[in-house]
């Protein structure tokens, strides 16, 4: 039997596609920051943070209605245009994902399921494009092109701070080839911030007061 494929809303409703899609996509990507250092021949380049997973998918709809055959009277019988549906009344479900929904106070996260693809996030974007209309002007086929980021559970968050460390304070024990913006850099990702690392730990001349063996200590929620 085949599977058609259906958009979960949280509280509730699905909706159930027409058509299955010919094709979609799924995208992902990660952030680094390179950032040029005193002393180094080049940037260093750090991982920063992963970015949302995207499905990008084309849905298709018709409330278009063929004429029909009456063997009654031998002829072909079009049906009145008062009595297809206007396509958006369909098209509106999937475009609703993207407002507030009022039980939630936000947009809803919704799962598209088809087959081994279940793909949980929010709808993002939502374009719609009306091809086929009746003499009344009705629009009665539509492509509807929609894009779903995927959501991070913040349950399963841990309380670490945004580069992974301890919300304590850390310590590092250093030697005479370490930076000051060095450190800043691998501990929060920017490099400026050595002006604050020096004065947290009551250093004057980082270039001259940094010895092998030495606690740098690193600021609570950096």
Do not use: H
Request: glycine share 6%; proline share 5%; with cysteine.
């Amino acid at each position: 039997m085949l599977e058609k494929a259906v958009i979960s809303n949280e509280t509730g409703g699905d909706i159930g596609v027409m058509f299955n899609p010919s094709e979609y996509s799924l995208s992902t990507s990660v952030n680094y920051s390179s950032v040029s250092v005193p002393g180094l021949d080049s940037p260093i380049t750090q991982y920063i943070s992963g970015s949302q997973d995207t499905l990008t998918i084309q849905l298709m709809f018709s409330t278009y209605e063929p004429p029909t055959y009456d063997q009654s009277q031998k002829k072909v019988v079009p049906v009145k245009d008062s009595d297809m549906t206007d396509v958006t009344a369909l098209t509106e479900k999937i475009y609703k994902l993207t407002k507030i929904d009022s039980s939630l106070n936000r947009p809803p996260v919704c799962t598209f399921k088809w087959g081994s693809l279940q793909f949980k996030g929010v709808v993002t974007d939502v374009t719609q494009k009306f091809t086929m209309f009746l003499q009344s002007g009705k629009p009665v086929r539509a492509a509807v092109d929609v894009t779903f980021k995927s959501v991070l559970d913040a349950s399963k968050l841990t309380k670490t701070d945004t580069f992974g460390g301890s919300r304590n304070t850390k310590v590092r024990s250093v030697d005479e080839s370490t930076s000051l913006w060095q450190i800043a850099f691998e501990e929060c990702g920017d490099a400026d911030k050595w002006k604050s690392l020096a004065s947290a730990n009551n250093i004057i001349n980082p270039l001259n007061d940094i010895a092998s063996g030495l606690k740098i200590k690193i600021p609570k929620l950096w």
